[in-house]
């Protein structure tokens, strides 16, 4: 089992280093989901986002979200999701989620599976803040 | 001590936590408040007193979901002392 596999973190995500907690001689393949600040929603030009989190339930939530992979796709090895929380400037990255395999076959089914799992029912909360004023929002509106 | 007669102690009341995140966080002001309720009070009964403690609740309790001890729950669920609740609107990360 990898070591901190499913966190919530305030410090900067770097990709290279989640997939490095994923090392494995048997893996074949890893795939990975990035989730950037994007800096314009629907017109309006995004300043920051605001991202909170119910960290100790969420690392549990993404830790589930780790086992239906696993037991819906055999081939999928380890997961490793790791979450910012805090103020996040456009471009920075809010999500890594890194999937070893032996093979590829699969992987681009289970590391969509992961990102809409934890859009749905991962406690954390994203506040878009403009220029001239905020709000928090979910997937569903 | 079982957890029954724990409850019985305090007078037919138990204390719960109760956290607030994101929105209702700021409408209500704080994060993390100590509420006491009747014991076999359930999370629904809770959400019931919140609302009027806090008329600010009002506007997200249609859309909350409610988590104790970290995991989702119903609001039929029967609280016990000492159990963290959390009131947790519409999701939204990635």
């Not at chain 1, 696993?70 to 996040?88: D, M, S």
């Not at chain 1, 289970?110 to 878009?128: F, G, L, N, S």
């Not at chain 2, 994060?31 to 009002?58: F, K, M, Q």
Request: net charge negative; proline share 3%.
């Amino acid at each position: 089992m990898v070591e901190r596999a499913f966190q919530i973190t305030e410090e900067d995500v770097s990709v290279d280093e989640v997939v490095a907690r994923l090392a494995d001689p048997a893996i074949g393949a890893v795939i990975t989901f990035v989730g950037v600040v994007r800096g314009v929603t629907e017109g309006r030009e995004v300043r920051y986002l605001e991202y909170e989190a119910y960290p100790e339930m969420a690392e549990n939530v993404l830790r589930q979200i780790g086992d239906e992979i696993r037991a819906r796709w055999e081939t999928i090895r380890e997961v490793a999701i790791v979450h910012r929380v805090g103020r996040l400037q456009v471009g920075e990255t809010a999500v890594v989620i890194a999937l070893s395999a032996a093979h590829r076959h699969e992987v681009f089914d289970a590391v969509h599976y992961a990102i809409d799992r934890i859009k749905e029912t991962v406690p954390i909360w994203k506040k878009e803040v403009w220029a001239d004023g905020a709000e928090w929002r979910s997937e569903g509106g | 001590m079982n957890e029954w007669a724990n409850e019985q102690m305090t007078n037919g009341q138990i204390a719960v936590k109760v956290r607030f995140f994101a929105a209702p966080r700021e409408a209500i002001g704080t994060g993390e408040i100590e509420v006491e309720i009747p014991t076999g009070s359930t999370v629904g009964d809770l959400i019931d007193l919140l609302t009027e403690e806090y008329p600010a609740l009002r506007t997200y309790t249609r859309f909350i979901s409610v988590a104790v001890n970290r995991g989702y729950v119903g609001m039929q669920n029967v609280l016990h002392d000492g159990d963290e609740v959390a009131c947790l609107p519409p999701v939204g990360g990635g």
